[in-house]
């Protein structure tokens, strides 16, 4: 069964670098065809795909956010990391690490973590 857990701090002062790991179990990130995502979910509103790093280590950003993301893992931990740069209080959501087997981009998911909720304030 195919597990992820996201992990990192659920305050963050505007201006800041948010930055968050998404811990995978029974699976590996390397596995040929799996797509990782962060996904994000403000309050009141829909999900919103922030960008993907594929099995290879390819990366692929949401246009809206591209400037301020970055996507990176380690292998030998089976782990990937999201970094958010200039954080605003309109960054707040709850956020989420999936899988995906079939959607380089986009919201789709076969499997996600439950979720962390990430609040900007000062």
């Known amino acids: 069964q195919v597990q992820l857990r996201e992990s990192g701090p659920g305050l963050v002062k505007p201006s800041q670098t948010l930055s968050l790991t998404c811990t995978v179990s029974?699976?590996?990130?390397?596995?040929?065809?799996?797509?990782w995502k962060w996904i994000r979910q403000p309050p009141g509103k829909g999900l919103e795909w922030m960008g993907t790093i594929t099995n290879s280590g390819s990366t692929y950003y949401n246009p809206s956010l591209k400037s301020r993301t970055s996507i990176s893992r380690d292998t030998s931990k089976n782990q990937f990391t999201l970094q958010l740069r200039s954080v605003t209080p309109e960054d707040t959501a709850v956020y989420y690490c999936a899988r995906s087997g079939s959607y380089t981009t986009g919201t789709q998911y076969s499997y996600r973590g439950q979720g962390t909720q990430v609040t900007v304030s000062s």
């Open positions: 029974g699976d590996s990130i390397t596995a040929t065809g799996d797509y």
